[in-house]
């Protein structure tokens, strides 16, 4: 089966760890740590075994027809590459994350519209200098002054008659 | 053209109007969410008569209380000098026909004008500059609670933009992992060739090296059965006629 041959990984550490949040670093860590393992392990081996010499066993090997055969029998070999079961898999699983990522992309751009709309409600109210008092009590009735319940100077809350509170207050 | 109070601004330099807000607790945070918009009713045009504006200067006067549309009222008519001339026929008028008494408190009056006017020129523009800036600190403060609002949501949009950014990155995770595991098929490829390879020399070396030490035993056998063969084979007689010859021959050489 025509099977890609490769000498080398080529992934974008740089990239990759640009994207990485700094939470799932230690993760990217033990990732590229493994897929440097698989790295040395292909480099281990050569591309392709040495050649055979079998003049020399020719001439050494007693055994009439033995390296004749033995060269017919490795010639015709055919190793067969790997079966390659979990591409498929790699895709599905970059599906579900596909899925996941426009999901959370739409819940996303949703928080980013509510952002910017508090943003422009913000930017559209009457700034606090063109406000009449009585619109500031309206938008802010506990700041602003109310005319049907004045409030006695010096207008702290301690001031006020009725407030439980304070040294005198009844102790429980 | 009475509205203004013409004493309002005695002060030279332009001093803003304070904001005369009466807050219980002037605490800037609790202003920001509560801000929402007074509710106008539909009947109101707001083009033709929109909302007015705060001023922040009180309105120009000559001479330090004379508003200046009394004066540039005459400019039509008169040009430039007319209002000061009104004013002096004015003042003429008053005087002659004794309608403005002179009497004492005029004279201290005109005392009282002198210093008041030397004290607002000396004084009033630190006054002014110092009621400025704690116009500015409360004006600040109010403004900061909305301020702060905008920017937090401004930032959380800029995070999600970012995060969004990130979470697409996994496609380049998931090609990081098909080429780890190219290489894993890579590697068992080669480490199947390479055990094929290993089992066919061995076995071939084997029958080599057999080969070779067959030879060489072979050879150290021969020679070993050769040579007592032919110890063997030497008799008692032969060793005798051996001995005596070599006897003789030492003889003959020890003559020489």
């Known amino acids: 089966m025509a099977a890609k041959r490769i000498t080398n990984i080529n992934i974008d550490w740089t990239a990759l760890a640009d994207r990485v949040p700094e939470a799932q670093r230690p993760l990217l860590a033990a990732f590229k740590a493994k897929s440097d393992g698989y790295l040395r392990r292909m480099i281990a081996n050569p591309q392709q075994p040495p050649k055979i010499d079998w003049s020399y066993y020719t001439s050494r090997v007693p055994v009439k027809g033995m390296v004749a055969d033995f060269q017919k029998q490795y010639d015709a070999l055919a190793i067969p590459y790997p079966k390659d079961t979990y591409t498929s898999l790699i895709d599905a699983q970059e599906k579900e994350a596909l899925k996941e990522i426009a999901e959370f992309v739409k819940a996303s751009n949703a928080r980013i519209a509510s952002y910017e709309e508090e943003v422009k409600r913000l930017k559209s109210l009457v700034p606090f200098e063109n406000m009449t008092m009585e619109e500031f009590f309206q938008a802010y009735p506990e700041q602003g002054f109310d005319p049907k319940k004045p409030t006695f100077w010096p207008h702290i809350p301690e001031e006020q008659p009725g407030y439980k509170g304070g040294p005198e207050a009844p102790a429980h | 053209m009475f509205s203004r109070v013409a004493f309002s601004s005695a002060v030279v330099q332009p001093c803003r109007q304070l904001l005369a807000v009466r807050c219980a607790a002037t605490t800037s945070s609790s202003h ?18 929109p909302r007015p504006v705060r001023a922040e200067l009180p309105g120009k006067v000559r001479m330090g209380f004379i ?17 000061y001339t009104f004013g002096v026929g004015l003042m003429t008028y008053l005087f002659s026909k004794e309608i403005y ?12 004008a002198i210093v008041v006017a030397l004290l607002i020129k000396k004084v009033g523009p630190g006054i002014a500059t110092f009621a400025d800036k704690e116009i500015d600190k409360i004006e600040s403060g109010f403004k900061e609670s909305r301020e702060s609002v ?3 949501h401004e930032e959380a949009i800029a995070s999600e933009k970012q995060e969004q ?3 697409e990155g996994q496609t380049l995770l998931f090609q990081a992992k098909r080429e780890n595991v190219a290489a894993q098929l890579e590697a068992a490829y080669r480490e199947r060739l390479m055990t094929v390879y290993n089992e066919v020399k061995r076995r071939l070396d084997y029958q080599a090296e057999r080969e070779n030490i067959d030879r060489r035993i072979g050879q150290k056998h021969m020679v070993s059965w050769i040579v007592s063969n032919v110890l063997k084979s030497i008799t008692p007689q032969q060793e005798k006629e051996s001995l005596q010859k070599c006897i003789t021959d030492l003889k003959s050489l020890a003559k020489a």
């Open chain 2, 67 to 83: 508003p200046d549309e009394w004066f540039t009222f005459f400019y039509k008519k008169t040009g430039v000098t007319g209002p």
């Open chain 2, 150 to 152: 905008v920017r937090v």
């Open chain 2, 101 to 112: 008494v002179m009497e004492h408190e005029f004279f201290t009056g005109i005392s009282l």
């Open chain 2, 32 to 49: 920001a969410a509560a801000g929402s918009a007074v509710a106008e009713s539909p009947e109101r045009d707001l083009t033709n008569f």
């Open chain 2, 165 to 167: 950014w990130r979470a």
